[in-house]
């Protein structure tokens, strides 16, 4: 079974909006943060957002913040990715991501290695 499962992905002009969701039921051991991840053809996998189940204290890149917004159900075991004011350069495979052990602080980056079960990801494509 596929520890998480990300949905909502799709083709949205610029501008526009979209909502990710991540459904994290397949995992079998507690996990604390859930992130989302994105990764352009060609380029490395850039962390967007992070959110702690336990307090929900959430971290954002730069690129991101003021657009996106991150949201937990800690009740569905899902992670949500409100996503508006959409740009060419979002376009991406978004992934969704868990560890039991990491926390999300404001001002520290996320790195791909920092988790340890990830989800297939969801194309977002972003153009007119």
């Known amino acids: 079974q596929v520890p998480l499962v990300e949905s909502g992905g799709g083709l949205v002009h610029p501008g526009g909006s979209l909502r990710l969701s991540c459904a994290a039921s397949?995992?079998?051991?507690?996990?604390?943060?859930i992130g989302w991840f994105r990764q352009a053809p060609g380029k490395e996998r850039e962390g967007v957002s992070c959110?702690?189940?336990?307090?929900?204290?959430?971290y954002y890149a730069e690129s991101v913040k003021g657009r996106f917004t991150i949201s937990r159900d800690n009740a569905k075991k899902a992670v949500y990715l409100q996503m508006n004011s959409l740009k060419p350069e979002d376009t991406a495979v978004y992934y969704c991501?868990?560890?039991?052990?990491?926390?999300?602080?404001?001002?520290?980056?996320?790195?791909?290695?920092?988790?340890?079960?990830w989800g297939q990801g969801t194309q977002v494509t972003v153009s007119s």
């Open positions: 959110i702690n189940r336990s307090d929900g204290t959430t």
């Open positions: 991501a868990a560890d039991p052990d990491l926390y999300c602080d404001p001002g520290t980056i996320i790195s791909a290695l920092d988790f340890g079960s």
């Open positions: 397949g995992i079998t051991v507690d996990y604390n943060a």
